[in-house]
């Protein structure tokens, strides 16, 4: 049974920070490319980041950059995002995804190449 469990959302003003956690129950977490989507309330889900297996190699949506960071600890199967100077349009439903794919080893932002989901938690920036 696999299963993506994401934490840490919750209510914070403009220009505050988070950190999102997302713990796995892949036996093999570390052969694992991971990422985080969001959506925001009647939006189709958008990429956010994505950490390479081995966390060599991160990639992130143009409107994150500079201000989100992701990042992994295969000793406790558990990717993070930790969102910095958060702004109004951050606001939405974020999910974590596991993709064993070979071709996602270095990281990708395609939906379509995640094969496993978690049931995401809500980020809520308020002015």
């Known amino acids: 049974q696999v299963q993506l469990v994401e934490s840490g959302g919750g209510l914070v003003q403009a220009g505050g920070s988070l950190r999102l956690s997302c713990a796995a129950s892949?036996?093999?977490?570390?052969?694992?490319?991971m990422g985080w989507f969001r959506q925001a309330p009647g939006k189709e889900r958008e990429f956010v980041a994505t950490?390479?297996?081995?966390?060599?190699?991160?990639s992130y949506a143009n409107p994150v950059k500079g201000r989100f960071t992701i990042s992994r600890d295969d000793a406790k199967n558990t990717v993070y995002l930790q969102m910095n100077s958060l702004k109004l349009e951050d606001t939405g439903v974020y999910y974590c995804?596991?993709?064993?794919?070979?071709?996602?080893?270095?990281?990708?932002?395609?939906?379509?190449?995640?094969?496993?989901w978690g049931q995401g938690t809500q980020v809520t920036v308020s002015s």
């Open positions: 995804a596991a993709s064993g794919r070979v071709v996602a080893v270095a990281g990708t932002s395609r939906s379509a190449d995640y094969d496993h």
């Open positions: 892949l036996r093999t977490f570390s052969r694992y490319t």
């Open positions: 950490i390479s297996r081995g966390g060599h190699s991160t």
